[in-house]
């Protein structure tokens, strides 16, 4: 019998050039996280908005003390982002806390959504995100929660999808601490494995949207379900209602609960595909939108937010078909 170390080498051999692709591989992911980020900071320190929206009003709110911040009902979004605006303001670089925070949020839900796919794609749809003015939207008008809360929606889809249903529960109570309207991304529950899961889920986004807001509401003067609407005449609500009708939180309600149930349907129906996981809560703002009783123009953020997801998502899984296809027929022409 003879023994020879050829195999044990040509083993080690194969290890080694495995690592040395794995090396490559990060390396290549970090020089692309660095243009994204390096490209989305430029676009912040160098393009300056004529019109902020609602941004100078947010900024004043978020100097108040923090009991008197929800005194007046106009303010209509949560004490994150008002606590974001604290801070950027505060540090005189507001304009990159909120582009360079929802970059790096976009860029780890799109990698999290295209887990195991090309990696230039996610590149790619990162890198259009900016192009197309996503981040700097989220700035100008005053409402990064337009871009954050889809994005939060669909990293907890897809823990939802995994029964990680109390992680994915307290990244939707986060995402009402931006704006109220993210408890809607209750939806992704109907992904969950079980029904026990689900319910598990729904509990930790119920606790943390409670703990966001509670102190606000036993320490200070909180009026935000005081607002009230008005419809425009330029909505599908203008043609079954006056423009000037009130809308009020009891109506916002309703609105809401018919988002949801929408995207419920949906998600039921894709709940053994990924593509659940964007297009249920695309959904759920799209039927928000539609029956919104004023149209704003940072309302789009959300919709195109989730659109280029998802259509990062359909490209990825057509070119990881078509990779597999041309595999196999390698393999039976050999």
Request: aromatic share 12%; charged share 15%; with cysteine.
């Amino acid at each position: 019998m003879v023994f020879t170390t050829r195999p044990f080498c040509q083993h080690l051999a194969g290890l080694g050039l495995a690592l040395k692709k794995g090396l490559r591989r990060v390396e290549l992911m970090n020089v692309r996280a660095a243009v994204f980020f390096l490209f989305t900071a430029a676009v912040a320190l160098f393009v300056h908005p004529a019109d902020t929206g609602d941004l100078a009003f947010f900024v004043h709110t978020s100097q108040k003390w923090l009991w008197d911040w929800f005194a007046d009902p106009s303010v209509q979004v949560g004490p994150l982002q008002l606590l974001a605006f604290r801070v950027g303001d505060l540090a005189g670089v507001l304009a990159l806390v909120v582009q360079l925070g929802v970059a790096a949020l976009l860029w780890v839900t799109s990698g999290r959504l295209l887990a195991g796919r090309d990696p230039w794609i996610r590149f790619a749809v990162c890198m259009a995100a900016v192009v197309l003015g996503l981040t700097y939207g989220a700035y100008q008008d005053g409402h990064p929660a337009q871009v954050v809360v889809p994005l939060l929606w669909v990293l907890a889809g897809c823990d939802a999808r995994e029964g990680r249903t109390v992680h994915a529960g307290a990244l939707v109570g986060l995402s009402a601490g931006f704006e109220v309207w993210g408890l809607l991304g209750a939806v992704v529950f109907v992904l969950a494995p079980q029904a026990r899961a689900a319910l598990r889920g729904l509990a930790a986004e119920v606790g943390v949207a409670v703990a966001l807001f509670l102190p606000f509401v036993l320490a200070g003067d909180f009026r935000m379900f005081e607002y009230h609407w008005q419809v425009n005449g330029d909505t599908l609500l203008g043609l079954v209602a006056s423009p000037g009708t009130h809308f009020s939180w009891p109506m916002r309600m309703a609105q809401g609960l018919a988002a949801l149930a929408a995207g419920a349907g949906v998600a039921w129906w894709l709940r053994r595909s990924l593509h659940a996981v964007w297009l249920a809560p695309l959904t759920v703002v799209a039927v928000r939108m539609a029956l919104d009783p004023v149209r704003y123009p940072w309302y789009w953020l959300a919709v195109q937010t989730l659109v280029l997801l998802g259509a990062a998502e359909l490209l990825a899984g057509r070119l990881r078909f078509a990779r597999k296809r041309h595999r196999r027929k390698l393999a039976t022409a050999r």
